[in-house]
C-alpha cells in the first residue's frame, strides 16, 4: 500500500494540480497511512484542527473569518518537506463560521507543491463528498484536479 501511495505522490509531482487525497470509510487507515508515509518521507503531517484551532482559538471570533486562511499558509509553509505537504484532521476547514472551500484551499496549496491529504469524506456517484445532506456543513465537489486515493480496506 505504501509502495503505491508512494509511486502516485511521484507521478502528481508533473500534473498542474499536486493533489492526492486519501478516501476511505471511518476506520479504514487513513491516518495511520498518512503517517507511515511521513515517517519514510523524513516529516510529519500537519494536523490541521489541532494547530490552526489553537492558533484560531487565540483570536477574538469576528478575527478568525479573516486570518483563517493566512493562519493555514503560515502552517503549511512550516511543514513543507521536499515540495510535499502532509494535512490530516482537515475537518475545521469545514466549519461554516470560518466561511471557507476547503477543496480550494487544498488544490491553492497543491499548485506549488505535492499536497497528500486526509479528505474525512468519501466518494458519491463520482462526487468528493464531505458530511451528510442536510448536515450544515456538508459539501460536494466534482473530483477535476484532484487525485483520489482510496482505502477500502479496514485496518
Known amino acids: 500500500m505504501l509502495h503505491t501511495l508512494r509511486t502516485r505522490v511521484d507521478e502528481i509531482g508533473a500534473l ?20 507511515e508515509f511521513a515517517a519514510i518521507n523524513n516529516t510529519t503531517a500537519l494536523k490541521v484542527g489541532a494547530e490552526l484551532g489553537r492558533k484560531l482559538a487565540a483570536l477574538p471570533h469576528k478575527q478568525r473569518t479573516l486570518q483563517a486562511n493566512a493562519l493555514l499558509r503560515e502552517l503549511a509553509s512550516a511543514h513543507i518537506t521536499d515540495g510535499l505537504l502532509l494535512l490530516d484532521n482537515i475537518e475545521l476547514l469545514f466549519d461554516r463560521s470560518l466561511k471557507l472551500d476547503p477543496l480550494d484551499i487544498l488544490k491553492h496549496h497543491a499548485k506549488a ?40 480496506t479496514m485496518v
Open 16 to 35: 498542474h494540480s499536486k493533489l492526492l487525497l486519501l478516501i476511505g470509510p471511518s476506520g479504514s487507515g487513513k491516518s495511520q497511512r498518512l503517517s
Open 113 to 152: 507543491h505535492r499536497v497528500v491529504a486526509v479528505w474525512p469524506g468519501e466518494i458519491r456517484g463520482g462526487r468528493l463528498v464531505y458530511a451528510d445532506l442536510g448536515h450544515p456543513e456538508y459539501q460536494e465537489y466534482n473530483l477535476a484536479g484532484v487525485v483520489p486515493f482510496e482505502l477500502d
